[in-house]
């Protein structure tokens, strides 16, 4: 995890961290749901990626809409809520 990053959540399987990422001149808050292990099982990845692949299931009212899959990483990035540093 890089020193940008604020853990927010670990569940033994996946971390999620927010981090600010310079978007158009400013910078936007995101979530970043990545494995927690440095070898994930595969079973890690397959959910991570059935999870990625119901974006287009959830209600944008009211869930986290996914924004991109990096596979060389293996991380979600989702819109985040304001961070306050």
């Known amino acids: 995890m890089n020193k940008s990053m604020h853990l927010s959540w670990d569940d033994g399987e996946r971390i999620f961290c927010r981090e600010l990422r310079a978007n158009a001149g400013s910078d936007s808050p995101v979530l970043i749901a990545r494995p927690a292990a ?6 890690c990845l397959g959910r991570l990626a059935h999870e990625f692949g ?3 299931e959830l ?21 985040g809520p304001r961070i306050n540093t």
């Open 38 to 43: 440095e070898q994930p099982l595969p079973a």
């Open 54 to 56: 119901l974006k287009d």
């Open 59 to 79: 209600d944008r009212t009211w869930a986290v809409q996914p924004l991109e899959m990096l596979r060389a990483t293996v991380q979600f990035t989702l819109p």
